[in-house]
């Protein structure tokens, strides 16, 4: 957090930006572990940008929705998490996953600069752009931040339908079902505002889910076009 004279106590530690040798078997651990649970159906692969900066914005179901998305990309994403998770022995961890921290309720200049930086270093960030769980319940109305950063920096989004994380260890010992879906990238238009590009990413996102995940966002307007 910032100090009265400016300075970020978190410009102390390190955060990683891009893959590591450490950062590729912990997850090789973690898919094991998913293994066991689950099963995971990964389509649009063939959506996902090689190289070059990507936001990523998904639906967001659960707390472990972050993995299976991972799972399902060639590349490794960086995301924002919860400050307090830093504050804890998982901090080590979490910043060799290209985690970084964000101080929710408030505009934190910090971790806008960091997500800036990982653009700018043509990595990919993750987001969730309703910024709480539904847990199944159905889309809740975005916030604008996701967007607001793919016009700033003129990269792509790219919508990923998260379906099927609500279920995990609820059928052991059979195998949940999870489903990722990369959906084509959305870029910005020019003129572009964050409320209307936010809006074309949520209902394309609800196009995809299922009747019963699509929430606010289940009608799409008159004369709207995604």
Not at 185 to 206: Q, W, Y
């Amino acid at each position: 957090m910032n100090t009265p004279l400016g300075f970020d106590l978190r410009d102390q530690k390190k955060y990683y930006l891009e893959e590591t040798p450490a950062r590729r078997f912990i997850f090789w651990l973690i898919r094991i572990f998913f293994d066991i649970f689950t099963v995971v159906r990964i389509e649009g692969r063939e959506n996902f940008p090689l190289d070059g900066p990507v936001i990523i914005a998904a639906n967001h179901v659960t707390n472990f929705d972050a993995f299976p998305i991972q799972f399902a990309v060639p590349r490794g994403i960086c995301y924002m998490g919860k400050a307090e998770l830093f504050n804890t022995l998982l901090s080590p961890l979490l910043r060799v996953l290209c985690a970084f921290p964000v101080y929710r309720g408030e505009k934190d200049e910090w971790a806008l600069r960091h997500a800036h930086k990982i653009l700018a270093h043509g990595q990919i960030l993750g987001m969730f752009p309703e910024g709480k769980r539904s847990k199944g319940a159905g889309l809740s109305v975005a916030k604008t931040g996701t967007a607001r950063m793919a016009i700033e920096m003129n990269c792509p989004i790219i919508p990923v339908l998260v379906i099927g994380t609500d279920q995990v260890f609820k059928k052991f010992p059979r195998r949940s079902l999870l489903t990722i879906k990369l959906l084509p990238p959305i870029l910005p238009n020019p003129g572009d505002t964050p409320l209307a590009l936010t809006d074309r990413v949520m209902f394309t996102l609800a196009a995809g889910l299922p009747e019963t995940m699509r929430g606010v966002y289940a009608q799409i307007p008159k004369g709207f076009r995604l």
